[in-house]
């Protein structure tokens, strides 16, 4: 299985960005990671052509399973 933790931000042009963690620590800590997105909204670090982050909208986390299929 493969899990990706997608941080979402609103930007001051009023735009959603995403940021993507792959593989994030297992169990995800709720608490830690609404610190860790405010730490970037507070720190002002990254730049999106969609505006600077302004402000924390949602984080969820993605599992996908794959498998090989056996052809004949």
Same mark, same amino acid.
């Given at each position: $299985?493969k899990? @990706?933790?997608?941080? #979402? ?5 009023? /735009?959603?960005?995403?940021? @993507?963690?792959?593989?994030? /620590?297992?169990?995800?800590? *709720?608490? *830690?990671?609404?610190?860790? $997105?405010d =730490?970037?909204? =507070?720190?002002?670090?990254? #730049?999106? =052509?969609?505006?600077?982050?302004? /402000?924390?909208?949602?984080? /969820? ?8 299929? =056996?052809? #004949?």
């Open positions: $299985m899990d @990706t933790l997608q941080l #979402s931000f609103l930007t001051d042009l009023n /735009k959603t960005v995403h940021l @993507t963690v792959p593989n994030p /620590k297992q169990p995800i800590d *709720a608490t *830690a990671v609404g610190a860790a $997105m =730490a970037i909204v =507070a720190a002002d670090i990254f #730049s999106f =052509a969609n505006g600077r982050i302004v /402000k924390k909208v949602q984080a /969820k986390l993605d599992s996908t399973d794959s498998s090989a299929i =056996a052809l #004949s």
